[in-house]
């Protein structure tokens, strides 16, 4: 409130001249962010370029075509999607695979770095370009290659045939996840124009209808190049002009930006969900929405906001159980939302009539004066201007937007002012009028979407909700009195004194130290065993992130301990520390910006906390506390006993959901079978084993596991310098120590299937099986067999690829997974996971085995293991640059895990040298035997 009082004070201050001038500036359109150039060729080609270090040595770059699935007019249907599968298949430039051997040359991955989609109103190409100084070239080429999708596809008549199988495989694998798709979707050219196409139309398509839709529709004048990351932007400037200049174009016929359309009046759609907690009602308004391009209608679109902020605030006044948005859907349209739950259709109904009671209660009586302040309030304290530090990726995200329909976002400080000072000038009658507007579309069209839980008898009609609505208009609201929150001035919780403890730094506490250069990490190794790593980042947020790790989970325990404390972690979760209240320490938590969370699974058990920089040290006595005295809160924990025993035996909703997801089905098997999971073949719990559960004893297992210094690693990430922070952390940590009590792990390797086996689960899908064709074996922890293993399935993965989708055409997206658990399983699976015609499986299965017989009998091209090898130094330099804290944070907790050191990960380039042709061949004879197979799938499949 201080602040809207300061803000009204200095906008009463303004003078005449300048709310004139503002006006008038209030028009002009939305500035791109700074740095950014946008233009124009004479052939009408738009270009975006920026330049943005997040992250670095990489350009993202995009083809944004302006057109998508609703221009297809008459037999095109479905060629739009079809067209962007074709642009992979050859071009002028580059025939045949050569843009994708190209690329995959340079170390990018087809799918990661190499995508395209196609939508309603949009077709976007896109790579991930690495650049350094070896492969400058990598741009121009790149740039090519876009050009070529705007002019130069080939269309090579074989290959065109042969891809219309992958995009059948494609249609029937897709699911759209929305029941209600079909509702909101409309009744006009969207809902007879969806991007994939339906098998039907891709049956029809040939290479003349593709080839017309190409010359008609792909021309510079609906197309647009952005470029955004490491560039020079004069550089790139120059290099769009020179290559897509010559690009020939033309004006296409028949252009529209088609509205999304409705048919008049209530329309409704039901869907029967028995799992569902209670049925669940939504009222849907579709309604124009408001493109933010100046500083005018970026406001108007603010004050949807604005609005919504209000209704909500006044049902949650009102203690009504309605929750309200307001969001853009497609095309033109935004959706209006009214969502309710209720255990009875008379209670959704009632519902329904209570919300049309209170807007025309609204309507009539406006919002208090209160309340505008407060949601005004509310409303200021959101708007940012958008982030500078954004990836490229996600500017390429924004610039698409912006391209298709001019929508722009805040992005300096004197137009984020204006816009403060319009909307603390705005008026209840201004919001009044916009739900006016709102209900007025409401009486257009009306979209239910009407999820029931309770079957038939509960089923809900138009009439009954036009009635229900016509009921509401009668219903006389009770006079509203808005009661404004009073500003409570916070008590701050000053440091606890457990959490001020400085001890001394005793240089005799180290037993030895090391410094990685290659990888910026700082080992310190104390004597009473204790590990700490630390890798400082520069992302600017001064913050720390710690992570202490061991061995010891749940899979550890005996059959005897297992039901004793496999749930310790979330007992121990209840409470924070002994020594403090815990309503005091989570609110100084709170306060200062400190979080702090433990957890145990089947191998590890972890602590993660983090804090400001500033705080590092009551974080250090934090997780100190937490770990040899955490608080115990025994009346919770005897009444979730209560409660644990009480439901006993009844079904949960996972278990009810589970029992129809065939994929959790699928997965749990998996897991069951390699091991993932804490036991196997364990007796089922039992209610005594409940009752019997004490608090005591779980935190003495807790403490015992937590506190040993021996084998536990602490790990710091953040903003911090390591030669400040390590004295502390010694100092803080070396007091750790084990006991007799301490418990020890071994690392035995798990022993996996020696035979075939396989196991269906129900499908939906009466055409096509999905599968998971899994080969596990054993293996010993070090980073040459991690980075093997790797290069194993990125090999697996390019002949997957070419063989079920490119030579056969059988499957539109396989892909080959690889898992490796080095500590303490020593275990690997390369899954492949792809989709086929029910007819194929056993084809499949064939093929699948061929492949692996090849890369047994002879070894790989060495040229393809350097291309490899390019995009795992690639890919490890984009994802581990100096911003990137929790990617460095999580890959050295899995390396060590993984039981991999980091004097190798340090010469990581060294190590993945050693790796040969002749390397990769006995790898494949090793640990690759088809007899061992695991074929899981859902589908009709008859082995």
């Known amino acids: 409130m201080k602040l809207l009082r300061i803000l009204s004070l200095f906008i009463f201050a303004l003078s005449l001249q300048t709310i004139n001038a503002q006006s008038v500036s209030d028009k002009m359109p939305i500035e791109l962010p700074s740095n950014t150039i946008e233009g124009w060729l004479n052939n009408g080609l738009h270009y975006i370029i920026r330049p943005n270090n997040h992250p670095n040595n990489s350009v993202e770059m995009r083809l944004v075509m302006r057109l998508g699935s609703v221009q297809e007019r008459g037999n095109e249907k479905g060629a739009a999607h079809f067209l962007e599968h074709a642009a992979f298949l050859g071009t002028e430039n580059f025939p045949e695979r050569k843009m994708i051997e190209y690329w995959e040359s340079v170390g990018m991955k087809f799918g990661r770095d190499i995508n395209a989609y196609t939508g309603y109103d949009r077709t976007i190409y896109s790579v991930t370009v690495p650049v350094d100084n070896q492969y400058d070239t990598a741009i121009d080429t790149s740039l090519i290659a876009l050009r070529d999708w705007l002019c130069g596809i080939t269309f090579e008549e074989e290959r065109i045939k042969k891809e219309r199988g992958v995009i059948l495989e494609e249609l029937r694998g897709y699911q759209i996840e929305d029941n209600f798709y079909s509702l909101k979707i409309g009744n006009g ?169 209170e807007l025309h209660y609204v309507w009539h009586n406006g919002f208090t004066p209160d309340e505008m302040a407060d949601v005004k309030s509310s409303m200021l304290h959101s708007l940012k201007i958008y982030n500078n530090t954004l990836p490229s990726s996600m500017w390429c995200e924004d610039f698409a937007d912006y391209i298709i329909s001019g929508d722009r976002y805040i992005q300096t400080q004197h137009e984020m002012e204006r816009l403060v000072e319009k909307i603390l000038r705005t008026e209840a009658r201004q919001l009044l009028w916009m739900l006016k507007r709102w209900i007025d579309y409401k009486n257009e069209t009306l979209l239910v979407a009407y999820t029931n839980k309770y079957g038939k008898e509960e089923s809900i009609s138009v009439k009954d909700i036009d009635e229900a609505w016509r009921r509401g208009t009668t219903l006389q609201a009770e006079p509203f009195i808005y009661k404004q929150k009073e500003e409570e001035e916070e008590v701050v919780i000053s440091t606890p004194e457990c959490l001020q403890v400085t001890k001394a730094f005793n240089p005799n506490d180290v037993e030895s130290t090391y410094y990685y250069e290659n990888i910026s990490v700082s080992e310190i190794n104390l004597k009473n065993g204790l590990r700490i790593l630390l890798r400082p980042t520069c992302d600017g947020s001064d913050r720390v992130q710690l992570s202490l790790f061991a061995r010891g989970g749940v899979a550890d325990l005996s059959e005897e301990d297992l039901y004793k404390y496999d749930a310790t972690a979330g007992y121990m979760e209840m409470g924070m520390i002994d020594a403090v209240p815990y309503d005091t320490i989570t609110t100084y938590m709170l306060q200062n910006s400190l979080a702090l969370n433990t957890g145990i699974s089947p191998h590890w058990h972890e602590l993660l906390a983090s804090a400001p920089t500033s705080k590092a040290g009551e974080m250090f006595n934090l997780v100190y506390e937490k770990i040899h005295r955490p608080e115990r809160c025994y009346s919770d924990f005897e009444e979730v006993k209560a409660d644990e025993v009480d439901s006993f035996g009844d079904e949960t909703l996972l278990q009810k959901m589970m029992k129809r997801d065939s994929e959790r089905m699928l997965v749990n098997r998996m897991d069951y079978i390699l091991g993932n999971t804490s036991h196997k073949n364990i007796r089922a719990r039992r209610v005594e084993d409940i009752k019997s559960l004490n608090l005591d004893s779980i935190a003495t297992y807790y403490t015992t596991l937590f506190s040993n210094p021996q084998g536990t690693t602490i790990l710091l990430t ?226």
């Open 189 to 357: 050219r969207f809902a007879d124009h969806i991007p994939l196409g339906r098998e039907k139309d891709i049956k029809r398509i040939d290479n003349k209808k593709l080839k017309g839709f190409y010359k008609h529709w792909y021309t510079p004048q609906l197309a647009s190049v952005v470029v955004v990351g490491m560039v020079d932007t004069a550089d790139i400037k120059q290099k769009i002009e020179k290559i897509f200049s010559s690009v020939p174009t033309h004006t296409p016929e028949g252009y529209e930006q088609y509205p999304l359309t409705y048919k008049k009046g209530t329309q409704i759609k039901e869907v029967c969900d028995t799992l569902m907690r209670k049925s669940k009602l939504e009222l849907i308004i579709p309604h124009k929405c408001i493109v933010g391009k100046t500083l005018e209608t970026v406001y108007r679109r603010e004050l949807d906001n604005l609005l919504i902020r209000a209704l909500s605030n006044r049902f949650s006044a009102r203690g009504m159980n309605i929750s309200v948005s307001d969001s853009w859907y497609l095309a033109d349209k935004k959706h209006l939302v009214f969502s309710f739950s209720g255990t009875s259709r008379e209670e959704l109904l009632q519902q329904i009539s209570e919300l049309v009671s």
């Open 718 to 943: 953040g903003s911090f310098d390591a030669d400040a922070m390590a004295p502390l952390m010694v100092s803080t940590f070396a007091d750790m120590r084990s006991t007799p009590a301490s418990y020890t792990f071994s690392s035995t390797p798990y022993e996996l299937p020696q035979t075939y086996y396989s196991e269906a689960f129900e499908s939906d899908n009466q055409t096509q099986t999905a599968f998971d064709y899994i080969l596990a074996g054993n293996y010993t922890p070090s980073l040459k067999n991690s980075l093997t293993l790797k290069l194993m399935r990125d090999v697996l993965q390019d002949r997957f690829l070419k063989v079920f989708r490119e030579r056969e055409n059988i499957a539109y997206s396989p892909y080959v997974g690889i898992v490796y658990n080095g500590l303490p399983q020593q275990t690997f699976y390369f899954d492949f996971m792809g989709a086929v015609d029910s007819h194929n499986m056993a084809f499949a299965e064939e093929l699948l085995s061929s492949i692996i017989l090849s890369l047994k009998s002879s070894p790989i091209e060495e040229t393809e293991l350097q291309a490899l090898k390019r995009s795992f130094i690639v890919t490890k330099r984009q994802v581990l640059n100096e911003q990137a804290v929790a990617d460095w944070k999580n890959n050295l907790i899995n390396l060590i895990k993984s039981g991999e050191t980091l004097s190798d990960f340090n010469r990581y380039e060294e190590v993945l040298s050693e790796i040969t042709p002749e390397t990769l061949q006995e790898a494949f004879n090793k640990y690759l035997h088809s007899e061992r197979a695991i074929l899981l799938y859902i589908g009709d499949y008859k082995r």
